[in-house]
């Protein structure tokens, strides 16, 4: 009787899904937003019993691009492989004429959205977004912006910006920086006239009081936020920026339904809410046929956008 009990318990045991060994793309360099959404992730899925051994690595360059393509060739059909992307990829893969696109992986779930925000050095003479559209009216390559990867999300609001202010778009000057902590340098060290990136980035030091916030483009005030939206300074701008995450090409039905199980265990976890809470960033989550919906009209609104502010021809 003793060997059955423990024969039917050790059967039992097998029958159960292990838990997944995941490793986590960060298609930049670590401090931006990705790096922080995929260790985000990292933290989540071991303390919720997810991903006990979770593990993130970085693969920086060209907007994400360059790390897509190496998860798409390398992971093919390995369930355990998971990357981060979102906005920033989109415009990326467009500008970058990308040969891997989104298609070429298994998109999952739209994780986190974040309004973009300008800061300036605390030291900088510009005192508020009013001063630095009035100078880049008068001169725009005289203003200097640090931004995310050409064709991201930072990138496209600089060039809305300039649209709104009635500026050529071609002539902003625009600096990409493939990481977040590489873009915060570049601004707290007084190498460019202003900053632009996810408000969460740049959260701590404008709270140290090293940046300043000018404005974000939020449709509505934020929260905490002490400064306007760009609408509310007169430019009909609003941008939120995305996360998403995606596994592996060619998987099975069954594979794909245990990572969309396991990421949907993580975003409904208390840990992940106490993330998106600490980290400022929006509960986005959208899964299944809804986002891929999403994910094809947003890529072609951003196809266009890009052409209309000359990033793309």
Do not use: C
């Not at 260790?39 to 006990?52: D, F, H, N």
């Not at 990308?98 to 298994?106: A, E, G, Y």
């Not at 779930?109 to 605390?122: K, Q």
């Not at 986005?284 to 947003?298: H, I, K, N, V």
């Amino acid at each position: 009787m003793k060997t059955f009990i423990l024969a039917s318990l050790f059967a039992g045991a097998m029958a159960l899904p292990a838990a997944a060994d995941y490793t986590i793309i960060a298609p930049a360099n670590p401090g931006g937003g990705w790096d922080q959404t995929a260790r985000a992730m990292q933290t989540v899925m071991q303390e919720e019993g997810i991903s006990p051994s979770a593990q993130v690595q970085n693969v920086p360059g060209a907007g994400g691009t360059i790390g897509l393509a190496q998860f798409a060739s390398q992971n093919r059909g390995n369930p355990d492989a998971l990357i981060v992307g979102g906005y920033v990829m989109v415009g990326a893969i467009l500008t970058n004429n990308s040969p891997v696109t989104l298609q070429d992986v298994t998109p999952i779930a739209r994780l986190t959205g974040e309004y973009e925000a300008i800061v300036v050095p605390a030291a900088s003479p510009i005192e508020s977004i009013e001063d630095l559209i009035e100078q880049l009216k008068a001169d725009p390559g005289s203003v200097s912006w640090a931004g995310g990867s050409a064709g991201g999300a930072d990138h496209i609001a600089v060039g809305l910006i300039a649209k709104a202010t009635e500026v050529d778009p071609t002539t902003i000057n625009y600096i990409a920086y493939s990481g977040g902590g590489e873009a915060l340098a570049a601004i707290l060290g007084n190498q460019v006239t202003a900053g632009i990136s996810s408000l969460g980035e740049f959260e701590a030091q404008i709270e140290a009081g090293t940046l300043r916030l000018l404005a974000t483009s939020a449709p509505e005030p934020i929260e905490g936020a002490d400064a306007p939206t760009l609408k509310e300074a007169g430019l009909d701008v609003v941008l939120e920026n995305w996360r998403m995450v995606a596994a592996a090409p060619d998987l099975t039905d069954e594979q794909k339904a245990k990572v969309s199980a396991d990421i949907e265990a993580m975003v409904t976890s208390d840990s992940w809410q106490k993330q998106l809470s600490d980290k400022g960033w929006a509960d986005t989550y959208l899964a299944g046929e809804e986002f891929d919906a999403q994910l094809e009209s947003d890529t072609t609104a951003t196809d266009a956008v890009l052409r209309d502010i000359g990033l793309i021809k």
